[in-house]
């Protein structure tokens, strides 16, 4: 009976060192797995920076050029002077203030980037960038696309609806409108690409 | 006895956690259902547009489709790709709910063509308010005329097509944060 209490012994003692052992073999493999992450992460997040402050300037540059448009034509009747300016349409107002909006909200989101790049990790800063950084495409898009349509008919007129094209006269002023369109919509796209980056970074590997 | 119950506890919260993610993962299935509905109403309310109007002129027949202004042909043309690509994502959703393990790299998939579709949607939804907007009020400085004063039935239908378009918009960008959510839980 000594003997098999013996016996009994040694093997709870054997399994029981495995168990002690086995951890000790397993935990050096999980930091270094959390250190490569944390690595492709912050590389991910510095990409992030420099997309937003890019998108920051087109965003930028759409609006200023929009903001800016305004032709006077070198002739004129007695009564009044032919003269186009953006708020003529209150389309291109509308273009305009979302724009702004949008600069203003990348310019913000700096810093949260930043603190992205310090603590790749944490997930909370990304989860709120991904939601605003939507928002944000969403306001982009109805901005370019609404202004887009005006151009259009701006360019092309409407013989159903009677509606002249009035770019043939106002070329300077055209130019000008579809200029800040064409950067409204990189603004878009960069913008859609910092929110596939920040879903791929919040992967957890 | 003591190893039994440490076990039994994990075991319950990692079922817990497993059905607040399919949970979350019916919910994405239920609101795919209905961006779907959305869009393919605007799309076709949008599209079976024709208006004519009771007196004509020797050579001018007045009539009102939506394919005479080319921004109302790309909102159906965008309603219909947006609607299209949301059945075939169903697919993905029934997916998740499945393996409630959730792959991580199809979320991210799914992310990206959400938010293309989203921009898209949104192209096509902005550019027809914005002709609405001037057929409902026209515009004096570029001689533009508000056509809805005469074709009013054609004019209610366009307006109220932009609403479905909007709602789906809206319920994009919920399935795009439900796939963020998801993403960093796991």
Redesign the interface.
């Known amino acids: 009976m000594e003997k098999s209490e013996a016996t009994t012994i040694e093997v709870a003692e054997t399994s029981r060192e495995r168990k002690g052992k086995a951890p000790l073999l397993a935990a050096p493999v999980p930091a270094d797995h959390h250190a490569k992450a944390a690595g492709n992460k912050r590389g991910v997040a510095i990409f992030d920076l420099i997309l937003r402050i890019s998108a920051a300037a087109a965003a930028l540059g759409a609006t200023i050029a929009m903001g800016t448009a305004e032709q006077t034509l070198p002739f004129f009747t007695q009564f009044f002077q032919f003269q186009a300016s953006y708020d003529d349409l209150p389309t291109f107002s509308f273009f305009v203030i979302a724009m702004a909006i949008v600069t203003a909200y990348l310019v913000l989101s700096v810093p949260f980037s930043i603190v992205c790049i310090v603590r790749p990790v944490a997930a909370a800063p990304r989860l709120l960038l991904i939601l605003c950084d939507t928002l944000a495409v969403t306001l982009a898009t109805s901005a370019g696309g609404a202004a887009a349509a005006i151009v259009y008919l701006a360019h092309n007129g409407n013989s159903d609806a009677n509606w002249l094209a009035i770019c043939q006269q106002f070329t300077d002023f055209c130019q000008r409108v579809s200029g800040a369109v064409v950067g409204s919509f990189i603004t878009v796209a960069l913008l859609i690409f910092l929110v596939v980056l920040s879903a791929i970074a919040l992967k957890k590997h | 006895m003591g190893g039994v119950e440490v076990g039994a506890k994990d075991f319950g919260s990692g079922q817990k956690r497993s059905g607040v993610s399919r949970g979350v993962a019916v919910l994405d299935f239920i609101l795919r259902l209905v961006a779907i509905v959305a869009t393919l109403a605007s799309a076709i309310a949008m599209g079976t547009t024709n208006e004519s109007l009771p007196f004509f002129t020797q050579f001018i027949r007045f009539r009102?489709k939506y394919n005479?202004?080319?921004?109302f042909t790309f909102f159906v043309v965008a309603n219909s790709i947006v609607s299209a690509y949301l059945v075939l994502s169903l697919a993905f959703s029934i997916f998740h709910i499945i393996r409630s393990g959730g792959g991580?790299?199809s979320?991210?998939v799914l992310?990206?063509f959400d938010?293309?579709m989203?921009?898209l949607l949104?192209?096509?939804?902005?550019?027809?308010?914005?002709?609405v907007?001037?057929?409902h009020?026209g515009?004096t400085?570029?001689?533009?005329?508000a056509?809805c004063q005469q074709y009013n039935s054609f004019c209610e239908r366009i307006s109220g097509s932009l609403i479905g378009s909007f709602g789906g918009?809206i319920v994009l960008?919920l399935l795009?944060?439900i796939?963020?959510?998801t993403?960093?839980r796991?």
């Not at chain 2, 005479?68 to 921004?71: A, G, H, Q």
């Open positions: 009102a005479d202004l080319p921004t991580q790299k979320r991210v992310i990206f938010t293309g989203l921009a949104t192209a096509g939804a902005s550019a027809a308010a914005a002709i907007y001037l057929a009020k515009n400085r570029t001689n533009w005329f056509i918009i960008i795009i944060l796939s963020a959510a993403l960093s796991r």
